[in-house]
Nanobody, 125 residues
Framework: QVQLVESGGGSVEAGGSLTLSCAAS????????MGWFRQAPGKERAFVAG????????TYGDSVKGRFTISRDNSKNTVYLQMNSLKPEDTAVYYC??????????????????WGRGTQVTVSS
């Protein structure tokens, strides 16, 4: 089991940056692959980024490639999402998720068994 708590959301103008954090409880954080998803009003939850247990491999959704960076610090039980060059279409609730498959780089919500409650990101034009 792992519990996830996101933080760092807020409001920013287009072109700005934000860094999201996701703190995980428990001593088994390094056994999980981690991911970020987002959900805008009226839309399905969409994959943003994923990272395997060691941080050696990452994957990104097409809409954020080159602008967002996922990273993790296993000593702090935390995964991060650095978001640069933000656009109004990045506005959404951002969710952190954990996958029991430590090597997992899946991009489907069904691949992840544990979820945080989300943090709102609003980008104004």
């Amino acid at each position: 089991q792992v519990q996830l708590v996101e933080s760092g959301g807020g409001s920013v103008e287009a072109g700005g940056s934000l860094t999201l954090s996701c703190a995980a409880s428990g001593r088994t954080f390094s056994r999980f692959a981690m991911g970020w998803f987002r959900q805008a009003p009226g839309k399905e939850r969409a994959f943003v980024a994923g990272i395997m247990w060691s941080g050696a491999k990452t994957t990104y959704g097409d809409s954020v490639k080159g602008r967002f960076t996922i990273s993790r610090d296993n000593s702090k039980n935390t995964v991060y999402l650095q978001m640069n060059s933000l656009k109004p279409e990045d506005t959404a609730v951002y969710y952190c998720a954990a996958d029991r498959n430590a090597y997992g780089l899946g991009n489907r919500a069904a691949d992840f068994g544990f979820w945080g409650r989300g943090t709102q990101v609003t980008v104004s034009s």
